[in-house]
């Protein structure tokens, strides 16, 4: 299976400034059709993860532009341009170039 | 608006099975592929079972081959799985979820369901 880690686990932000997260994985993600099968989901308190990000860097319907992806190959990192107090929670990068589709264990985002 | 409505929360003995269900509101069953993801308490998410994008065969993680099996009704729009030879670390929250959008053919999830808490205790 492809394993897939994350940086920091834990990321404390202050509102209105940038953010990253780090992801890698143990393989590839390039499928040869050109693009890569990494996505980013967003898991926020009491709620189901919800879609953030697909092949990348593509947004999700309805997500703001501050979430941003970039990446190929086996590196790749979600930004918050400026975070808000909703974007606490955690995020998870998912693979899906292999089966099984395997996840990240998750950075948690929470306000300083 | 388009949901997955699943069943509620469960509690089985180690050994037993369960089967939960998810009821899509607002679309056709027929027109979507329903994959099946857990998260073990305090842990993170696990993809259980879907269908392959190329030939719309069901797949199993190899984890969970022999014990865990999809279904779907497409009269009621409503999916199922079914987890047997349950052990204390199948405790988790299911989800059923798909993607509705044109997002291509890589997993891209845009639609989950509340999610359905299996509890295994003797």
């Known amino acids: 299976d492809i394993v897939m880690t994350q940086s920091p686990l834990y990321l404390p932000v202050t509102p209105g400034e940038p953010a990253s997260i780090s992801c890698r994985s143990s393989?590839?993600?390039?499928?040869?059709?050109?693009?890569?099968?990494l996505n980013w989901y967003l898991q926020k308190p009491g709620q189901s993860p919800q879609l953030l990000i697909f092949?990348?860097?593509n947004r999700a319907s309805g997500v703001p532009d501050r979430f941003s992806g970039s990446g190929s190959g086996t590196d790749f990192t979600l930004k918050i341009s400026r975070v808000e107090a909703e974007d606490v929670g955690v995020y998870y990068c998912?693979?899906?170039?292999?089966?099984?589709?395997?996840f990240g264990p998750g950075t948690k985002v929470d306000i300083k | 608006q388009v949901q997955l409505v699943q069943s509620g929360a469960e509690v089985r003995r180690p050994g037993a099975s369960v089967k939960v269900s998810c009821k899509v509101s607002?679309?056709?069953?027929?027109?979507?592929?329903i994959h099946w993801v857990r998260q073990n308490l305090g842990e993170g998410l696990e993809w259980m079972g879907g269908?392959?994008?190329?030939?719309?065969?069901?797949i199993y993680a190899k984890k969970f081959q022999g014990r865990f099996t999809m279904t779907e009704d497409t009269p009621t729009d409503t999916a199922y799985m079914v987890l047997s030879s349950l052990r204390y670390d199948d405790t988790a929250i299911y989800y059923c979820?798909?993607?509705?959008?044109?997002?291509?053919?890589?997993?891209?999830?845009?639609?989950w369901g509340q999610g359905t808490r299996v509890t295994v205790s003797s």
């Open positions: 269908f392959d994008p190329e030939d719309l065969e069901r």
């Open positions: 998912m693979q899906a170039l292999q089966s099984p589709d395997t």
């Open positions: 607002g679309y056709s069953l027929s027109d979507i592929l």
């Open positions: 393989q590839s993600l390039l499928h040869r059709n050109g693009y890569n099968y």
């Open positions: 092949w990348v860097s």
């Open positions: 979820v798909t993607t509705l959008k044109d997002y291509g053919d890589g997993d891209a999830f845009d639609l």
